[in-house]
């Protein structure tokens, strides 16, 4: 199956600094990325949908100015956490959109904001 | 906003017993996925169900999709250890790309 990588896998930051995190597709093109959010023990919730060459979307209640979000090539998607407070720590997860709206998902990023 | 639930939440059993995980929506999906995810790795794909009435079987696992395309269902038989971690469904709707993920099941299984 398609292949996604996550960069850094994990990360703690001190509150008010920003965090960037990268995700590639490594055997595939992706057109199509998707940033989710999985806090302990719950489902994953997205966060927003980033097309190649284009701005995201973000979903409803996502700050845009705050995860901001940068598809510069057919395999890369970045998210930048700014100004980044405790609240912020969580699971993320970028996932791939293949073929027939096929997502493969990255191993996720754990951070943590001191 | 179409919300996906599962249940049980939670469910604690012991190697060979068998369950099932049901997931419920009042809205139609297009067609749904069932992922499973470990501690601190991304979901994995297991089994992606289009047509209503579906079963779908992997091995030990049995997938169902609703006739009216608005649920389904994961049967496990003879549960082992390897089977612990979160399951979650996911539904795409109408044309859309996006997928929305169900509030998840958290299994165990002891030995």
């Known amino acids: 199956g398609a292949v996604v990588s996550q960069h850094p896998s994990w990360v703690i930051c001190k509150s008010g600094t920003s965090v960037k995190i990268e995700c590639r597709s490594l055997?595939?093109?992706?057109?199509?990325m998707f940033w989710y959010r999985q806090f302990p023990k719950q489902s994953l919730m997205l966060m927003a949908t980033?097309?190649?060459?284009?701005?995201?979307?973000?979903e409803q209640g996502v700050e845009k100015d705050k995860f901001l979000i940068n598809h510069a090539s057919l395999t890369l998607s970045t998210l930048t956490v700014t100004s980044a407070h405790p609240e912020d720590s969580s699971f993320y997860i970028c996932?791939?959109?293949?073929?027939?709206?096929?997502?493969?998902f990255g191993p996720g990023t754990r951070l943590t904001v001191t | 906003t179409q919300l996906l639930e599962q249940s049980p939440q939670f469910l604690s059993i012991q190697e060979g017993e068998n369950l099932t995980v049901y997931c419920n929506s009042s809205?139609?999906?297009?067609?749904l996925q069932w992922y499973r995810q470990e501690p601190g790795e991304g979901p994995v794909l297991l089994v992606t169900?289009?047509?209503?009435?579906e079963v779908k079987k992997l091995k030990r696992l049995t997938f169902q999709f609703g006739d009216a395309r608005k649920d389904s269902s994961l049967h496990i038989t003879a549960a082992q250890p390897g089977d612990t971690g979160l399951y979650l469904c996911?539904?795409?709707?109408?044309?859309?790309?996006?997928?929305?993920f169900g509030t998840g099941t958290q299994l165990k299984v002891e030995l």
């Open positions: 809205s139609v999906f297009s067609s």
């Open positions: 996911a539904g795409f709707t109408g044309g859309g790309n996006k997928l929305t």
């Open positions: 980033s097309n190649e060459g284009s701005k995201a979307t973000y």
């Open positions: 055997d595939f093109q992706a057109t199509t």
């Open positions: 996932s791939g959109q293949a073929q027939y709206y096929e997502q493969y």
């Open positions: 169900v289009v047509t209503g009435g």
